[in-house]
Nanobody
Framework: QLQLVESGGGLVQPGGSLRLSCAAS????????IGWYRQAPGKEREGVAC????????TYADSVKGRFTMSRDNAKNTVYLQMDSPKPEDTAVYYC?????????????????WGQGTQVTVSS
């Protein structure tokens, strides 16, 4: 069974950079669409970025376009979220999710796999 573990979160200054990792075990990520979602205190979960299983299709929230970039390392079975020029409003717990393309549309089911989340705090 696929298991996902996020890492790389922490405290970062506005304008800095941070790279989150979503490492998979138990199965290969090659066959899954992968999404990054985040949830800030008191707010609903929102999509940040998503990529199809082939990586040929990627989507980004308007709020992070031009600043965040998803990438995959199939050899390491890991997906990354590069966060450049983060802003205080990017502060949240970030989760990765693997599943069918529906996860990129915000539609989730029992067959999807979630990581435990990693906290990102953007503050000076």
């Amino acid at each position: 069974q696929l298991q996902l573990v996020e890492s790389g979160g922490g405290l970062v200054q506005p304008g800095g950079s941070l790279r989150l990792s979503c490492a998979a075990s138990g199965a290969t990520l090659v066959y899954y669409a992968i999404g990054w979602y985040r949830q800030a205190p008191g707010k609903e979960r929102e999509g940040v970025a998503c990529a199809s299983s082939s990586g040929g299709m990627q989507t980004y929230a308007d709020s992070v376009k031009g600043r965040f970039t998803m990438s995959r390392d199939n050899a390491k079975n890991t997906v990354y979220l590069q966060m450049d020029s983060p802003k205080p409003e990017d502060t949240a717990v970030y989760y990765c999710v693997a599943g069918w393309w529906a996860v990129c549309l915000g539609k989730f089911g029992d067959s999807d796999y979630w990581g435990q989340g990693t906290q990102v705090t953007v503050s000076s």
